[in-house]
C-alpha cells in the first residue's frame, strides 16, 4: 500500500487492527511489531509516520471508540425533555455502560505504568470532557433548580476528576472489591452535593469492568 | 572534582545549585546547562549520571524539601495528645504553609506539560503519601471516635486526591481566583464526611501561592 496516497485508509487500517489485536492478546501483551505484521505488508515507517509509539496507537483507538458514544452524549446534553440533574445521571450511566468500556478493559492496559498515558487522561478530563459535556448540563440543572451550586465548573471537574480518574481501576490497580468500595464514596460525595444519581447497577458495572481488567491484564 | 569519588556531595551540590537557579530564574527558564555552569566546572557527563533530565533533578529538588517537613509530619501522626481529626487538620494546615512551597510556587514549574511530572505526583500521592501519612491518621480517627467512616482507605485517598492533586495550581494552570473557589468546593466535600478541618487561613493561603505561581511561571 503506498504510504500517503490514501492516509486515512491506512489509519483506519492501523486502528482496527492495533484495536483487535489489543481485545486478543492485551495492550501489553501486543508489540508494535505484532501490529505491523498483522498490516498486510504495510512498513513499519509507514506506521511511525502516523504514530510515534504503541500509547499514541492505544489513544487513537479509544478516541475512535469514543466517537460514538460521544454522539450519544451529544444527544443527552441536547434533549429538552429532561432536566439537567437527569441528563447527569443518564451521562454517568451510559459513559459507564457503553460497550466500548467492554473492549477497553479487555485490552487492559495498565496505564498507570504510562505517565504519557496517566497525564493525557487526567489533563484531557479537566480540560476537554469536563467543560465540553458535563459542565453545560450542571448549568442547565442550575437553571432549571435540579441542581445547586454556586460553583458549577468546580463540581463539574470534581465529578469527572473522582469519576474519571480516581475510579479507573488501570490506573491504580485496584481490585473489583476496591473499586466497589471507592464507588460508594463516590456516591456519598455526590449527594453530599445534591446529586442522588448514581445506583447500584452502577457500582455492579464498575465491579464487573474492573473483573475483566484483572483477569486479562 | 572526581566525577565517583564524593557521588554525595556532588548529587548535594546539583540539588543546591538546581534549587538555587530554580527558584531565581524560574524552572522553565533554567536549562540543564544553566545549572551545569554553576556547578564549577563539573562536567555534563557527570551531572547525567546522577540525574536523566532537568524533570529528575526537580523531583529530586522538591524531595529534599519534603524531607524535613516529612519529620513533622511523622510527629504530628505520632502524637499522643490529638485526635485524629486534630491531626488531620493538623496536616493539611502544616502542609499547606510549610516554606518549602514558596520556593516550589516561585520556582514555578508548568507541571501540567510535564506528563512525567504529572503522573509521579498522581501516582505517589495515591500510592506512597496516602498511606504513610493519612490512613493512619485517618484509622487513629475512626478509633477514637473524632472520625466515622467505614472506608477510611477510600477516604484517605479522596482527601488527597482533591488536595495535593486537583487543588494544585501547577498542574491545572489555575488562577488564583480559582484556586479559591476549589478551596471553598474541597471543604464542602470534607465537611460532607464529617471533616470541619479547613479554615479561611487555608484558602488565603492556596490563594497566595497560585499567585506567586502565575508571577513567576
Redesign the interface.
Known amino acids: 500500500m503506498a504510504r500517503n496516497k490514501y492516509p486515512e485508509e491506512t489509519v483506519n487500517l492501523i486502528i482496527e487492527t492495533a484495536t483487535r489485536l489489543f481485545i486478543e492478546k492485551g495492550y501489553e501483551h501486543t508489540s508494535i511489531q505484532d501490529i505491523i505484521n498483522n498490516l498486510g505488508g504495510l512498513s513499519k515507517g509507514a506506521i511511525y509516520h502516523h504514530f510515534r509509539s504503541k500509547e499514541e496507537i492505544l489513544v487513537a483507538v479509544t478516541n475512535r471508540g469514543a466517537e460514538e458514544s460521544n454522539k450519544m452524549i451529544f444527544e443527552i446534553r441536547n434533549r429538552t425533555d429532561l432536566t439537567g440533574k437527569e441528563k447527569l445521571k443518564k451521562l454517568l450511566m451510559y459513559s459507564i455502560n457503553r460497550p466500548v468500556q467492554d473492549e477497553i478493559f479487555t485490552a487492559a492496559p495498565n496505564i ?1 505504568s ?3 498515558l ?3 487522561i ?2 484531557g478530563t ?2 476537554y470532557t469536563t467543560p465540553e459535556y458535563v459542565l453545560p448540563i450542571i448549568e442547565q440543572g442550575i437553571e432549571d433548580g435540579s441542581i445547586q451550586t454556586e ?1 458549577p ?3 463539574a ?2 465529578i469527572m ?2 469519576g474519571n ?2 475510579l479507573n481501576s488501570m ?2 490497580d485496584d481490585t473489583p472489591e ?1 473499586i466497589y ?2 464507588c ?2 463516590y456516591d ?2 455526590l449527594r ?2 445534591g446529586l442522588d444519581v448514581l445506583d447500584e447497577s452502577v457500582f455492579e458495572r464498575f465491579h464487573k469492568l474492573t473483573e475483566l481488567y484483572q483477569k486479562n491484564k
Do not use: D, Q
Open positions: 498507570g504510562s505517565p504519557a496517566v497525564s493525557s487526567l489533563i479537566i480540560e460553583y465548573e468546580e463540581l471537574e470534581l476528576l473522582v480518574i480516581w490506573i491504580f476496591k468500595r471507592k460508594v464514596m456519598k460525595m453530599a452535593f
